[in-house]
Nanobody, 128 residues
Framework: EVQLVESGGGLVQAGGSLMLSCALS????????IAWFRQAPGKERDLISC?????????NAANFVKDRFLLSSDSAENTVRLQMNSLNPEDTATYYC????????????????????WGQGTQVTVSS
């Protein structure tokens, strides 16, 4: 069974850091495009960053990411991580990882509807 499980969320003070993990089961990070999204209450789900299926390229989607967020793959643990630094209250949201199982390996899709496997999400709350 193809499955994604996020972990690592929590409460952090402004200026702090968190590392989120997305554990993959039933496939590896080389098989499909993987992305991190986030969704704040009452807002749309936004792409943060994605990597293509052969693990060669990463796309950072949003202006708010800049140099604060970094997506990486850990093949030994079959996990895709999101390192988040210099967090501020505007980063408060539920963070999701997702896989696109029907997308070419050379790229990663930018829209939510191209991802067909989703994790349950992990909550990140940044206090001021």
């Amino acid at each position: 069974e193809v499955q994604l499980v996020e972990s690592g969320g929590g409460l952090v003070q402004a200026g702090g850091s968190l590392m989120l993990s997305c554990a993959l089961s039933g496939f590896t990070s080389d098989d499909y495009a993987i992305a991190w999204f986030r969704q704040a209450p009452g807002k749309e789900r936004d792409l943060i960053s994605c990597k293509n299926g052969n693990d060669l390229n990463t796309y950072n989607a949003a202006n708010f990411v800049k140099d604060r967020f970094l997506l990486s793959s850990d093949s030994a643990e079959n996990t895709v991580r999101l390192q988040m630094n210099s967090l501020n209250p505007e980063d408060t949201a539920t963070y999701y990882c997702a896989a696109a199982t029907n997308w070419p390996l050379e790229d990663c899709p930018r829209s939510t509807n191209q991802y067909d496997i989703w994790g349950q999400g992990t909550q990140v709350t940044v206090s001021s």
